[in-house]
């Protein structure tokens, strides 16, 4: 670290637990997506819950999922695959126990929410099985051809709301963890209505999703803004492998569209990649063609704009058959019809975006993070199932098994309500500096992001990286905002930190993480942790199950 590197407080926000209002729950969990509502669930079993989020419903990234939810369903299909699978393409730093642990609970996750009522896509009578990329077998389950998500969560959402021990608490943005020595007991939240509040919990489950919206462009939401990685880490959290973003190869490229997810599924029912001049170009990247791993999709489509000079490449999905497509990906068919794409007929133009965020918060295998009283599951968590590049749909079943671990653990956990012992307060020091204009800030770590810490990465211009936002960092941290905007760009100039310094010191291209400078094929095995000590962050490396290494 620079002498003059930026100090990050402990709490983002003043407050004061005697004029404060308070809450009080046994278990609280952050988060409507997929691991939040089943942490919730789970936890209901045995405690009182509250479950809260910044957004409606349809502000996570399970929403908008479409492809599916990877599992062994087919009779020809066994666990041991799923798991040598998703350790291939992890690239060997996977956490192996987490990774057989979710593979090996998929198949009863799934047989839970048909009994429960979830209804999956059926061909013939039997479950309809997609083919993604990275996967030896037809494994991935569906809803609503390409509404997955959507499905999802409705489906959860609605038996969370009735049931009788969970609270839901909507438009409630977590600001920051709150911690009486060194043990977490709950939140500070702020709610339009009811401002500001603490939220006192016996155990915290975080599942406030990944950081996708630090870059310019992405496909996830606009609230995944990474709040929960940068609260657990002010709150002590070890936070892990920042820089392992996984970009998807084919989104929507049209100007003024948001970059609307092509599903992989659409490659793995035969759609073709062509380039401008109509050219299927994947064979000279890959053995597998448009089933190659995504970052090798990715940086084939890099390299192929670079060649043709293109803007974009394109999706032809002819080959699929116009009625089969419309069939299969209503949703898809209808996105590209808004914008006057005709998929019969025309091409869709697409690009690559950031997708999914690999880093986050280090968990064990029982989604307890090192802080007492602190749970991650889901997106917000770097439990070491994707190693380094995640295999396509194994992220909504992580949500389900790891997410209902988090809630059983956390109930299991809970010893009443927590409650202040004495008085709580942070009062921030008032800055004499210049107002800010927060959409600039935002806008230009977006840009800068994507152009210097994106696909392809070198090392001087993410040390320069580094220390453009570490500038930004100073006039933009001692600000104390009193909104979501405020609190979200501090967050996303803390995160953007850690990713582009922790792709600045993993010199080796690894999964998804690609040095153009460094692309030889001796990757760190190891992952890069991140700490808050005295206000100031930590970088060192763990080792593969997380653990500290001696220096
Ligand atoms: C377009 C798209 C398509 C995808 N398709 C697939 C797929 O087919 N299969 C697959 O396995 N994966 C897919 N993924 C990835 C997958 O959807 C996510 O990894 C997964 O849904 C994450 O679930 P989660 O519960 O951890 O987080 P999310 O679903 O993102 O939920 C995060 C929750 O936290 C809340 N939150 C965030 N910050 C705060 C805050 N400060 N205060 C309060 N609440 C907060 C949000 O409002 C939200 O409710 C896709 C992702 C995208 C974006």
Redesign the pocket.
């Known amino acids: 670290m620079t002498p003059d590197a930026p100090q990050y407080r402990r709490y983002l926000t003043d407050f004061d637990s005697a004029r404060t209002g308070h809450v009080f729950t046994e278990v609280l969990v952050?988060?409507?997506?997929?691991?939040?509502l089943s942490a919730a669930l789970a936890a209901a079993e045995r405690a009182d819950v509250i479950v809260?989020?910044?957004?409606a419903l349809e502000?996570?990234?399970?929403?908008?999922?479409?492809?599916?939810?990877?599992a062994v369903t087919a009779p020809a299909d066994t666990v041991a695959q799923h798991v040598a699978d998703t350790l291939t393409v992890g690239c060997g730093l996977n956490r192996r126990e987490v990774v057989e642990t979710v593979c090996g609970a998929g198949p009863q996750r799934i047989d839970e929410l048909i009994a429960a009522g979830f209804a999956f896509d059926e061909h013939a009578g039997e479950l309809a099985l997609g083919l993604e990329g990275g996967h030896h077998e037809n494994r991935v389950l569906h809803a609503g051809g390409d509404a997955?998500?959507r499905a999802l969560s409705d489906f959860l959402f609605v038996r969370a709301k009735a049931h009788e021990r969970i609270r839901v608490f909507q438009q409630?943005?977590?600001i920051d963890l709150l911690t009486v020595d060194g043990v977490c007991c709950g939140a500070v939240t702020f709610h339009p209505k009811y401002g500001h509040q603490l939220v006192w919990a016996g155990q915290t489950v975080l599942?406030?999703?990944?950081y996708?919206q630090l870059y310019r462009e992405t496909?996830?939401?606009p609230?995944?803004?990474g709040?929960?990685v940068a609260a657990a880490l002010r709150a002590g959290a070890c936070v892990a492998d920042m820089e392992l973003v996984q970009f998807h190869p084919t989104t929507l490229y049209i100007a003024g569209a948001t970059r609307a997810?092509i599903?992989e599924a659409v490659r793995g029912e035969g759609a073709h990649l062509v380039d401008r001049s109509g050219y299927r170009f994947m064979a000279d990247y890959h053995a597998d063609g448009e089933l190659a791993p995504r970052d090798v999709v990715s940086r084939a489509i890099v390299a192929q704009l670079k060649k043709t000079h293109g803007t974009s490449v394109f999706l032809d999905v002819r080959p699929i058959g116009v009625e089969r497509f419309a069939r299969r990906f209503p949703t898809i068919t209808a996105r590209c019809a808004e914008f006057g794409v005709d998929v019969g007929r025309e091409l869709i133009p697409v690009r690559p975006a950031a997708?999914?965020s690999i880093g986050g918060v280090v968990v064990d295998t029982t989604a307890r993070t090192n802080v007492p009283g602190l749970f991650a599951?889901?997106?917000?968590s770097c439990s070491g199932l994707h190693g380094a590049n995640r295999l396509?749909?194994?992220?909504?079943?992580e949500?389900l098994v790891l997410?209902k671990v988090a809630g059983r653990e956390a109930a299991s956990a809970v010893n009443g309500v927590a409650r202040p012992a004495g008085r709580l307060r942070n009062e921030n020091p008032r800055s004499p500096k210049t107002l800010l204009d927060l959409a600039d800030v935002r806008q230009s770590l977006r840009s800068l992001l994507w152009r210097n810490a994106g696909i392809e990465r070198h090392g001087e211009r993410l040390a320069e990286t580094v220390e453009i936002i570490d500038f930004w960092s100073k006039f933009t941290l001692d600000k104390t905002f009193d909104d979501t905007a405020g609190w979200e760009i501090q967050n996303m100039l803390l995160l953007g930190r850690m990713l582009a310094d922790g792709a600045r010191r993993r010199t080796r291209s690894c999964g998804v993480h690609y040095r153009a400078d460094e692309p030889a094929d001796a990757p760190q095995r190891l992952h890069g942790g991140y700490r808050l000590e005295g206000g100031v962050l930590q970088a060192r490396w763990l080792g593969l199950d997380f653990e500290p290494l001696a220096h």
């Open positions: 952050v988060g409507t997506g997929v691991a939040g809260l989020a910044k957004g502000f996570s990234s399970t929403h908008w999922a479409q492809g599916g939810i990877a997955t998500g409630c943005f977590l599942a406030s999703g990944g996708g496909t996830n939401p609230g995944i803004t709040d929960g997810l599903s997708h999914f599951c889901g997106e917000v396509a749909s194994n992220s909504l079943l949500g997410g």
